[in-house]
């Protein structure tokens, strides 16, 4: 079954102690191959074998996200960061959200140089990061390069993050909440300039959503906090938003970008009346807080 979650995290005026440089939630794309400046292929090719696949099968937040597996032709995709880290320069941090099937396994890796392509450069920041490699090692993950083991959740979406000193040349894992001890890289000249995510063995099966990148260190407590779903979605009257905590404003757009319903709901899991809308799409911006997240639904 489809999953629908909404992290309120990281966009539009949610303020952190590091600077945005992007994210995305990757709802901006047509299902299937997926090739663009930000997403590109291990050679850079657009052969339709290396490339992410968007999916609907899976979703953290709206109704898309990255799928990664060998039955697609097994992906070799780079998540590019064209420049926005530079090289040498300052504390970096790139978090995602994961979901890794039971049964199946997963594998990134942190990249320097990736232009032209990361084949023409090989230069890797990081080890081979496996999660549950080989499908031995259900619920736990390794770092080649020494950076210690991790565990993480089968079925369930969870948070990597991957904060990259480039000054002193070190970064630092954490999956699911659980750091893993910082390690140094040998790539000095390189910069942080992507991640790689590669089915690397037939077992291969894993989901990629909501991935961001940001100058400075982003706290736990800045993604990991106001989860909340939103359902039904094709919604026909009332749209739920189920949170643990208060809802304090909801903005309903048309196609436009024309506000065409305001509420202020002040409380745990409220309902929106949407009857009197047409039908169509609209994106609903929720604010939690100082975090708000803007999502599509359909009518």
Known sequence: MRKFYLLAVFALGLAFSAEA????????????????????????????????????????????????????????????????????????TSLWWMYVPTGNSAYFNVQGNVTPSANDNLQFLSGDIYLNEANGNP?????????????????????????????????????????????????????FAGIDFFAAEGVTTYYVDDVQLAEGELGADSFASNVFSVYPNPVKDFLTIESSEVVDNVVVYDVLGKAVLQASPDRISPKIDMSGLSSGAYMVKVTIGNASKTIKVLK
Not at 48 to 67: E, P
Not at 70 to 90: C, T
Not at 162 to 187: K, R
């Open 21 to 92: 440089q992007f994210t995305d939630d990757i709802e901006a794309y047509s299902t299937g191959p997926l090739f663009t400046p930000r997403w590109t292929t291990w050679t850079g090719d657009n052969d339709g074998a290396q490339n992410a696949i968007v999916s609907t099968d899976q979703a953290l937040s709206g109704s898309q996200s990255i799928f990664i597996g060998p039955s697609s032709g097994g992906q070799d995709a780079i998540l590019d960061f064209q420049g926005a880290a530079p090289n040498g320069s300052g504390v970096w």
């Open 139 to 191: 619920g736990g993950g390794t770092d080649s390069n020494g950076g210690g083991t991790f565990s993480f959740p089968h079925d369930a979406w969870f948070t990597v993050k991957i904060v990259v000193d480039t000054d002193a040349e070190t970064y630092q894992l954490t999956v699911d909440g659980n750091e893993v001890p910082e390690v140094g890289y040998s790539n000095a000249s390189d910069g």
